[in-house]
């Protein structure tokens, strides 16, 4: 559960760039502007040429074969300036996706796409507020030698911007059924998609996906006819490790923050940090932190030695759940020892608070994983 010398250089590399290229400063500006893409496409033009998007995908397909830890590190550290960029719709979720189910002439063409950053993905799985990724009630019907889909999806990440969709959809059973779920890539221009923005209270890029009989050829279909749940499930683990990168390190950010504000802001000439009531509370959030650490780094750990999928499933909530939990204390905490300043928009601070509570939601908030864990180990 360490980093070698190469992950430790990466992940240098990657802290150096983004605090000189996507400072929260940067999404605070593509707030402000309404900015019709929400992300700076010169940027992720640079995160590509550093081989970011192309870290965990093998060479044969145009990728690096640095592992999940290395494309874990990189995560964190962009969690760390809440980055606004396609790495983890299109990297974590859509290439992964791509990686695990397509066939050897779909990994062909798409992935080196992606490892260029020239393909943009995104994954539209919800139908409901609450994530249930089973509860699947878009339907594709075989039509001739292709299917026609119907149905409608929310919360897709960076649905507005990605080139193509993977959309989960029913082929066969009821809408609650694991068996009957089928995965189909969909090019965004085709005929019957209708992709709508979202705003986010985070700022993060989200969308709302409309299939009005959208027609796609048999080649569109990923894996195996109704058989995408094990395709999808494997996948969303990544994903939920994945994501958990990103809110370790902004996390950490956010901590960082409060520490240093608690040793600068004075109250009858010293500093509030020397307040007894005030450190207890800082070393609470440290030792959570140090817990959130462990759980990622693990689950990091797992996917590059290739362990099974029980335990990977099991170390994504525990992951996801553990650095869900610690967020929620860390921002908020943040917030109140920053008192009346935090809550105000010009101090950053409150910007952790918001992407900690979009982030939660995200594959499964922390009383899902709770609950989905006791299931895993048989509770």
């Not at 960029?85 to 695990?100: C, E, H, K, R």
């Not at 009957?180 to 985070?202: N, P």
């Not at 300043?341 to 899902?368: C, H, L, P, W």
């Amino acid at each position: 559960m360490i980093l070698n010398e190469e992950q430790n250089m990466l992940r240098d590399s990657a802290k150096d760039f983004c605090a000189s290229n996507t400072p929260i400063t940067q999404l605070r500006k593509l707030r402000d502007e309404e900015d019709v893409e929400g992300f700076d496409r010169a940027t992720w033009s640079s995160m590509v040429e550093l081989g970011w998007a192309a870290i965990p995908w093998g060479e044969e397909h145009g990728g690096l074969a640095f592992g999940y830890k290395g494309l874990g590190v990189v995560t964190e550290e962009s969690g760390r300036t809440l980055t606004a960029s396609p790495l983890y719709a299109s990297i974590w979720v859509g290439g992964t996706l791509i990686n695990l189910g397509a066939n050897d002439d779909q990994k062909g063409t798409l992935l080196p796409q992606v490892a260029s950053g020239e393909l943009l993905l995104a994954l539209a799985l919800e139908e409901s507020h609450r994530h249930n990724p089973h509860h699947i009630a878009t339907l594709a019907a075989a039509d001739g030698e292709g299917y026609t889909l119907s149905g409608g999806k929310t919360f897709v990440l960076d649905g507005h911007i990605a080139d193509q969709l993977i959309v989960v959809a029913r082929t066969s059973g009821e809408a609650n059924d694991r068996e009957g779920i089928s995965l189909f890539l969909i090019d965004r221009e085709t005929e019957g998609v209708t992709i709508t923005r979202t705003a986010m209270a985070d700022s993060r890029n989200a969308a709302n996906v409309r299939l009005d009989g959208v027609k796609v050829p048999a080649e569109a279909l990923i894996g195996p006819l109704g058989g995408g749940a094990d395709i999808l499930d494997s996948a969303l683990d990544i994903a939920r490790i994945g994501i958990s990168a990103e809110m370790l390190g902004g996390l950490q950010e956010c901590f960082e923050r409060t520490i240093g504000y608690l040793k600068e802001r004075k109250q009858f000439g010293v500093a509030i940090g020397s307040f007894q009531a005030l450190k207890h509370r800082a070393a609470n959030m440290f030792c959570e932190i140090e817990l959130s650490k462990s759980c990622v780094l693990e689950a990091l750990t797992a996917l590059d030695e290739g362990r099974d999928a029980l335990e990977i499933a099991k170390l994504a909530s525990l992951a996801k759940s553990k650095v869900g939990e610690t967020y929620n204390l860390v921002s908020r905490e943040g917030i109140q020892m920053h008192g009346g300043i935090g809550m105000t928009d010009e101090f950053e601070i409150g910007f952790f608070i918001k992407r900690a509570a979009v982030s939660d939601q995200t594959f499964g908030d922390v009383n899902y994983h709770r609950s989905r864990y006791g299931d895993l180990e048989g509770y």
